[in-house]
């Protein structure tokens, strides 16, 4: 079975630029979260969504950040425009059943941003 | 508010040697308790978990006790491998929401 496939694995770019990765969750998973991981500041939750609709986004940093869920297959997180500060790795994971019983995320091998 | 709390790393040691990652945490309600495994150049993937007090977490000869009383998940492993050089989060499921909420992660690195 595939897992979460994200794209692209690595993205180099210069300050301005608009910076788009991509997630495809596993099928028939309810749930998609984005998450960022640094070395100062570790995993971080940035939003996620339930049934496509976004539920929790008090994770993005500011306005240059904006994810999508147009479908339940497929995800965006968008950055515009980009600064060297949002080089990190980008995390997309996705679940059926996040919550108390379960809570298992599965994570794709996510997406390494440098701004330079 | 929830939150995780881990040792820091790196953990370094020898092949076969005893290992111990502490974790404790802050939460209302009755979380349940994980810890998860990234190895190089990979997602994280789930290790162990434990849904309420009490109850022991095992997976690959790794163990983590839920003691409420501690508010703690210590992973333990008595005779670690090479192949479990990765970083070690611990983390637990908010009750009232769908999230969950990371420790900052444990390097373990384990030479032969």
């Known amino acids: 079975d595939a897992g979460v496939i994200q794209s692209p694995r690595h993205e180099v770019t210069e300050m301005g630029q608009e910076v788009t990765l991509r997630c495809k969750p596993i099928s028939g998973h309810d749930y998609l979260f984005w998450y960022r991981q640094t070395m100062m500041r570790g995993l971080e939750l940035l939003i996620y969504?339930?049934?496509?609709?976004?539920?929790?986004d008090s994770g993005m940093p500011e306005d240059r950040f904006s994810a999508k869920m147009p479908n339940a297959s497929f995800s965006t997180l968008k950055i515009q425009p980009s600064e060297p500060r949002d080089s990190a790795v980008y995390f997309c994971a996705s679940s059926s059943q996040p919550g108390q019983d379960t809570g298992e995320l599965f994570f794709g091998e996510g997406s390494r941003l440098t701004v330079l | 508010g929830n939150s995780v709390t881990q040792m820091e790393g790196p953990v370094t040691l020898s092949e076969e040697a005893f290992l111990t990652i502490n974790c404790t945490y802050t939460a209302t309600g009755y979380p349940s308790l994980f810890w998860y495994v990234q190895y190089p150049g990979e997602g994280l993937q789930l290790l162990l978990k434990a849904t309420k007090a009490d109850d022991k977490g095992s997976n690959k000869g790794f163990e983590a006790t839920y003691r409420k009383e501690t508010t703690s998940f210590h992973l333990e492993k008595g005779s670690v491998q090479v192949s479990d050089s990765a970083v070690y989060f611990c983390a637990l499921s908010d009750p009232y929401t769908d999230k969950l909420i990371f420790g900052t992660g444990t390097r373990l690195q384990v030479f032969p």
């Open positions: 969504f339930n049934n496509n609709v976004p539920i929790d």
